[in-house]
């Protein structure tokens, strides 16, 4: 059939299909992909996480943070700061807009930073056939100075000096974008340890790094954002997207379904220790 040649052809070799596939979604991506034909705002957040959130009270946040704010990268700014490790993943589950076949996707990121030893970890998992591969991959990327190195499924690779710094320098803003614009909700609580307040976006305020919307096809969004003013960074940015004539991840073939976009940052100004992957 038509979709089983498309995969066929979009079968990449080991280490151009990990880097193409995830690590490389956005950069392949020039600008920002969101289409602004048939947006549907959403409504208000619906905030899911506020069950097991310690909400202190409704104010307004601090005095440089009450009115509208940006983060187009939703990690943006935190190479400023010693240390951090944040979490951060891009699902999908739907089908096919061409024809009835299920399609699925999921990325996921650890990601860790040491200011003073010029030092990142990026841990990556990858499933799903949308990415041309049902069984799960896993990929660590190391970088400790001008030094990298790259494991899959626990080996060493070597002679991929480029796609090692490639993947140790993979962003969070990279795999899910952010917000260029969000208005404060008033709502204060801690969350991953730290003083937070809740803004609040419409759809097309999005900034959706790996996400086109083909002509005709709509996207609805609901979500929240999550801003520590103490740091000046988002510790969490959650996105809920149901769309329709989606290409997702670059690929050739739209998709309907929904895209579940999941940010949290911890350990904010606390150095990691990083070191050389085992086996390398």
Do not use: M
Request: charged share 20%.
């Amino acid at each position: 059939s038509a979709l089983n040649g498309e995969a066929q052809r979009e079968q990449p070799t080991l280490i151009r299909r990990f880097i193409s596939g995830v690590l490389l979604l956005a950069l392949a991506a020039c600008g920002n992909f969101r289409s602004s034909r048939d947006l549907v705002v959403p409504t208000v957040a619906d905030i899911e996480s506020l069950a097991t959130a310690q909400i202190q009270t409704q104010n307004a946040p601090p005095e440089g943070f009450q009115g509208e704010i940006s983060f187009p990268q939703v990690d943006q700014g935190l190479n400023a700061l010693p240390g951090w490790r944040y979490v951060v993943t891009l699902g999908f589950d739907g089908a096919f807009t061409q024809a009835p076949r299920e399609t699925s996707a999921s990325a996921t990121a650890e990601v860790f930073f040491n200011q003073l030893g010029s030092a990142r970890r990026v841990v990556v998992s990858t499933s799903g056939d949308l990415l041309g591969r049902e069984d799960p991959t896993t990929l660590e990327a190391v970088r400790l100075g001008p030094d990298a190195f790259l494991v899959e499924n626990g080996a060493c690779l070597s002679n991929v000096s480029d796609d090692a710094e490639t993947a140790a320098d993979l962003t969070a803003g990279e795999l899910v974008g952010g917000v260029n614009q969000a208005a404060p909700f008033g709502r204060k609580a801690v969350l991953n340890g730290e003083d937070a307040w809740l803004y609040t976006f419409d759809a097309d305020d999005l900034n959706l790094t790996a996400i086109e919307i083909d002509e005709g096809g709509t996207i609805q969004a609901t979500g929240e954002l999550w801003v520590a003013p103490e740091h000046n960074v988002v510790v969490r940015f959650y996105a809920t997207l149901d769309v329709t004539k989606a290409r997702i991840f670059g690929r050739t073939l739209p998709v309907d379904g929904r895209v579940v976009l999941r940010y949290d940052l911890y350990d904010i100004g606390q150095p990691v220790n990083i070191t050389t992957p085992f086996g390398c």
